[in-house]
């Protein structure tokens, strides 16, 4: 049994060996790199999972890499909104927001949601306006901006005939060249278990490439795309949000566990690879368990993943036949 253990991914999507750069590949796999880092630190200093899933998830939304946070893609009018969730496998409590726009750490305000709030979800100007009176920093909308991120709205609005709005206000005019483009959604998360066998995820997204209507996806819906529990496992998807809801992709999972005995990795391989390929749904998770295990599975061409453990040494990987 590991002391131990971390996992994190950065997104699922159209990942196949060569679509990517050199400069783009070795970009991606270093932020990887210091983001699982984050989390690892606090591991391995005897610290919580809860702490180091969030760590993790942070330092994801602060790299404009990601579709999380910095790294947001755009709705159909040119906006950012962002989606997180956070759930504690000792407790079962968990917080989530969605279509948030002004608080800079959606998975932080997930957790004051959790921590401070008798809610599990709040959504919209309300939300923020809760992390703003829980002293969460607040930021202007260009915070969020990305070239790559806008160029790829563009394209979205005319392949759809759609008019492209104004820029945000204090937009960048260059940022995050190296952003590749792996289609219209992408997540970032987090599983974690601690020295104390307690696990946790975390999850943040920007969700969909001209979303409209207020289109909220599986990652701040517990169960769907983030559930933790000891007597099961911590999980964390990515992918087409509105199967993964269908499914109840991460308590299926757990459930998978916990009710008919399925080891971890053979869970996710059922869930994924079977029951959301069935409906026509892709993406992936991530998962750990008490016992340290990790477990990761995918059924599109790549997704970004690293993994780090007390008896195993970080390894970052992209492709599907990296790891």
Known sequence: MRQWALALHGGAGKLARGDLTAAQDAAYRASLRVCAEAGRVILAGGGTALDAAQAAVCALEDDPLFNAGRGAVFTAEGKN???????????????????????????????????KSPHVLLIGAQADAFGQSQGLEQVAPGHFFTEPRWRSLEKFLGKHGLPLPARPAGAAETAAPLAYDEGVRGTVGAVARDQ????????????????????????????????????????????????????????????????????????????????????????????????????????????????VADTLPLRVAIYRDDI
């Open 81 to 115: 909104e962002l989606d997180a969730s956070i759930m504690d496998g000792a407790s079962l409590r968990a917080g989530a927001v969605a279509g948030i726009s002004r608080t800079r750490s959606p998975i932080t305000l997930a957790r004051s949601v959790m921590e």
């Open 196 to 307: 104390a066998g307690n696990v946790a995820a975390a999850t943040s997204t920007g969700g969909m490439t001209g979303k409209r209507w207020g289109r909220v996806g599986d990652s701040p819906i517990i169960g769907a795309g983030t559930y933790a529990a000891n007597a099961s496992a911590a999980v964390s998807a990515t992918g087409d949000g509105e199967y993964f809801i269908r499914l109840g992709v991460a308590r299926e999972i757990c459930a998978l566990v916990e009710h008919k005995g399925l080891d971890l990795q053979t869970a996710v391989d059922a869930v994924i690879q079977g029951e959301l390929k069935k409906i026509g749904g892709t993406g992936g998770v991530i998962a750990i368990n008490c016992e340290g295990d990790i477990a990761c599975s995918f059924n599109t061409d790549g997704m970004y993943r690293a993994v």
